[in-house]
């Protein structure tokens, strides 16, 4: 019956990837002592305003559990996001002002000044004038017809505006003023499929943006992957996400899982989380999270994600093993419902086995212990499973 069910789940993934198109403020509620594990990994559509409150608190450590070889599945159709440096970022939100301060943009060759024209039309509209960067929806959207929306998360370096181009491409290595960024900070997106506007948005807005050494861009949220500092610390003080979007709207998004991916089959298993961007039925929504909870390296039995719920999904490069292993870090949170009042991180915990891809089991040895996280953090799906084959 299990083999039967994971067939089933299976094909609706496929399917899928072939296919490829208000609240009140919560309280935080967070653990005084959490079970964690250290990972023998080298170096490395309406919404009301809410709010977060949160305090730091003491995790514990524990030692390394181990992971079967997954299935491999095709690579990624586009380059989506990252390439890690150590120069900081272009632009920061700036301070109240009364007239924008003026300077001249970056010198492009002539093939690059083409180039960009040809690839993409919208943008910024001043030329070679750089406006000031500031956390202002009109002016911003008058600057940058690209711009979407502002994401934060409290007391870090991200607290960015998001652009969203014709492709996947544009914003890796060109600046909020539509200038070739030869520094490759390049800026935050938002996935071009489904665009964001002001009327609609796609079920789950996947974000994408490099890891700076300096701690710009996306680089941040690595700090949820409780192998990189022995703990999940960063989790229980940082666990609400912020977005405004252009229609004006502020939402609050609750992380509830994160990931360590590979992005090359030569190196094992692909998990093309990015091309989930809508979920037309409950059976792709079941399927796209079982599997997102598998590689999870944390869960929070205190959070539940049903079918109906909005999500936000933020990736960027993290190479522990190198430039020449391409992987990504991946954080998941889902919408702050309409009356939900508290986001607890009382019980959450590292997951001791999460399934990895062969270059990692390659590396550091053991194998997938297989599915153990609890049906109750997706409501239905213990339901969907006995309907489908357990």
């Not at 652009?163 to 200038?179: C, P, R």
């Not at 500092?229 to 609750?254: A, K, R």
Request: charge should be negative; proline fraction near 5%.
């Amino acid at each position: 019956m299990r083999k039967t069910r994971r067939t089933f789940a299976a094909a609706v993934l496929a399917a899928v990837m072939l296919l490829a198109g208000c609240q009140e403020q919560p309280q935080v509620v967070e653990n005084g002592g959490i079970d964690t594990v250290t990972e023998p990994v080298t170096e490395a559509t309406t919404e009301e305003t809410t709010t977060e409150t949160t305090t730091t608190t003491k995790a514990t450590t524990t030692t390394k559990r181990t992971t079967t070889t997954p299935p491999e599945t095709e690579p990624p159709e586009e380059t989506t996001e990252e390439t890690t440096t150590a120069t900081a970022a272009t632009a920061a939100p700036a301070p109240a002002y009364v007239a924008p301060a003026v300077t001249t943009a970056p010198a492009q060759t002539a093939a690059q000044a083409i180039a960009t024209t040809q690839a993409h039309v919208s943008g910024y509209r001043y030329g070679d004038v750089k406006y000031e960067i500031k956390h202002d929806f009109e002016y911003m959207r008058d600057l940058n017809t690209d711009f979407v929306g502002w994401l934060t998360i409290a007391d870090t370096p991200i607290d960015l505006p998001i652009l969203q181009a014709t492709d996947n491409k544009f914003y890796l290595e060109h600046d909020f003023w539509g200038a070739y960024d030869y520094t490759k900070v390049g800026c935050s997106f938002a996935d071009c499929h489904v665009p964001i506007t002001e009327t609609s948005r796609p079920d789950n807005i996947v974000i994408y943006g490099h890891n700076i050494r300096t701690g710009a861009g996306l680089a941040k949220i690595t700090n949820y992957y409780p192998a990189r500092y022995g703990s999940l610390n960063f989790y229980i003080t940082h666990p609400i996400v912020n977005f405004e979007c252009i229609d004006g709207t502020q939402s609050q998004y609750v992380v509830f899982a994160g990931m360590f991916v590979n992005t090359s089959t030569k190196h094992g298993d692909v998990f093309n989380y990015y091309q989930f961007r809508n979920f037309s039925s409950e059976s792709l929504f079941y399927a796209y999270f079982e599997a997102v909870f598998d590689r999870s390296v944390f869960y929070n039995p205190d959070l539940d994600i049903k079918y109906g719920d909005k999500f936000l999904t933020l990736s960027t490069c993290y190479y522990p093993f190198g430039a020449n292993i391409d992987t990504r870090f991946v954080v998941f949170a889902r919408q702050i419902r309409k009356g939900e009042t508290q986001v607890s991180t009382l019980n959450a915990y590292t997951n001791r086995s999460p399934l990895y891809f062969d270059y990692y089991y390659q590396l550091n040895g053991g194998s997938w212990g297989g599915r153990k996280w609890p049906t109750s953090l997706i409501t239905g799906y213990a339901e969907w499973l006995k309907k489908n084959g357990s």
